[in-house]
């Protein structure tokens, strides 16, 4: 039973964002590609861990290597004007080092396919890397957990200039990497054998490092003449306090500061986090030179959010899921024997509204305002739970999804409205029923059901439907 208003029958709602506001469908390479040994391609490290781990492959995913034709004209029909996706570092540079072969017949493919969506009217946004590293890179120098990163750095930059040149003159916005709290999470879970918390600061470390550089060169060589905005995907749940208890207020604020103020303090304020002091010297500390690189390197606020939880103040209680529990917050979805909101598939999101106003506010207010920068929602979405064991007329009636997609965009429309945030994009995980993490594991959180035992026919969902709608009221026609 649909227990919300929808907003795109809500006049209250009509013409709220700007014209210009771009609302579209976010993807991941390895979770949507397939082709994984096709045209050329290198193996990454997924391809090696889900082989160890898994005995499966990445080769099918979604299959959008061979089937990109139809996943634009999903878009079309979703009346989408933006599409964010990764591009795959081994298609393009299949040993991925900066003197190492580029294959053409990568580059190829996304040429295709920004070609198709500009086409259609559908604004085209890169992230140069979505966690799928060249394997040989990690068998040289252990890539991102390299203690001196000078040839990680190298070698990124050169891949990023590559795709700078080869599509820069089409695509006019750039993330340089995806998540990098949840990417040195995902490593810790048997990719990289004997991880360790001083293995995970320093992933985040060099993730900023890249990131730094790479901005550095887009805006000295590329960004005058292709007139292009660069900026870095930053995920964080909201973390409330479960009740006064100071020790609850304290974790809360700390859970904040340690897995969001890690990496948008240095980019956005020039400062460094002392969340991690505890761990003196296994904590890599960027020197003043590498703060004042940072400082200012990203034209917009990408933010991934999908859920809140809240803080407990009593001892983190391991779970055996490294993603969760690796800023050592002990956090609870429960409070007085309710959830916090409406479950998703292992609990990844709770549908709380509340909690995307208030990071929306927080971000707003800490990192934006002053400079007058926009917020793009590059990622948000819900995994109905138990849905891959669903009918096929249940998980196209997916009215889960709707309730929470209907409440976060109006929370976003409040903040526009009410308090003056800018808010200049949204993007729903994801266009496509992929897997969540890894190929073969996760929740789904597509809009569009694949069906892989047939021939990855793609069924458009409810939630897509009911998005046109939205996205028809509440934004302002030219």
């Known amino acids: 039973m649909v227990t919300y208003r929808n907003i795109a029958e809500d006049p209250a709602y009509k013409d709220v964002l700007p014209e210009d506001f771009v609302h579209g469908y976010s993807s991941a390479s390895y979770q949507i590609e397939g082709g994984a040994t096709a045209g050329g391609r290198g193996p990454s490290i997924w391809d090696e861990h889900l082989q160890e781990a898994n005995q499966d492959t990445g080769d099918d995913a979604c299959d959008s290597y061979r089937l990109w034709e139809q996943d634009v004209s999903l878009l079309q029909q979703y009346r ?47 992230t140069i890397l979505h966690f799928d590293v060249p394997l040989e890179l990690h068998k040289r120098y252990r890539s991102f957990l390299a203690t001196d990163p000078r040839e990680l750095i190298a070698d990124y930059t050169s891949f990023a200039k590559l795709c700078f040149e080869r599509f820069g003159d089409r695509v006019k916005k750039w993330l340089t990497f995806n ?21 995970f600061f320093r992933v985040g470390h060099n993730i900023l490092l890249c990131h730094s550089d790479i901005v550095r060169l887009y805006r000295s060589e590329f960004q005058q003449k292709q007139n292009g905005l660069i900026s870095i995907a930053l995920n964080s749940e909201w973390v409330e306090p479960i009740n006064d208890d100071p020790r609850a207020v304290k974790d809360a604020k700390l859970a904040i500061e340690r897995d969001f103020g890690w990496f948008a303090d240095p980019i956005f304020l020039g400062t460094q986090t002392t969340a991690w002091d505890k761990y003196g010297d296994d904590f890599p500390r960027l ?31 391991p779970n055996g899921d490294p993603r969760f529990n690796m800023d050592e917050i002990d956090k609870t979805f429960v409070k007085d024997g309710k959830p916090i909101g409406m479950r998703g598939e292992e609990g990844h999101p709770h549908t709380v509204p509340w909690g995307f106003r208030k990071i929306l506010l927080y971000t707003w207010d800490k990192y934006c305002k002053d400079k007058n920068i926009p917020i793009v929602i590059s990622e948000c979405g819900f995994a109905v739970e138990f849905e891959q064991h669903m009918s096929l ?63 990855f026919k793609r069924t458009p969902k409810d939630s897509s439907k009911l998005l046109a709608a939205i996205w028809r009221h509440v934004v302002k026609k030219n």
Not at 89 to 116: C, F, H, T
Request: hydrophobic fraction near 35%; include cysteine; proline fraction near 4%.
């Open 287 to 317: 020197t003043q030179e590498e703060l004042a690189l940072l400082r200012g390197s990203a034209d917009f606020f990408s933010l991934n959010h999908y859920g809140t939880g809240w803080a407990t103040g009593q001892e983190v209680q």
């Open 80 to 126: 989408a004007s933006g599409y964010r996706f990764s591009v795959s570092w081994p298609r393009i540079v299949p040993n991925g080092g900066r003197n190492d072969s580029i294959n053409e017949e990568g580059i190829k493919y996304y040429n295709q396919l920004i070609d198709a969506l500009l086409d259609a009217g559908i604004e085209p946004t890169i």
């Open 179 to 199: 998540e990098p709290w949840i990417f040195p999470s995902l490593l810790s879970m048997g990719i990289v054998k004997g991880f360790s918390k001083r293995d």
């Open 393 to 455: 007329d249940k998980i196209i009636d997916d009215k889960a999804r709707q309730e929470y997609l209907n409440q976060y965009i109006k929370i976003l429309c409040d903040v526009v409205r009410e308090d003056g945030v800018r808010v200049s994009g949204f993007y729903v995980w994801s266009l496509l029923d992929n897997l969540e993490w890894l190929s073969g594991y996760g929740p789904r959180f597509g809009v569009t059901h694949v069906d892989r035992k047939n021939g």
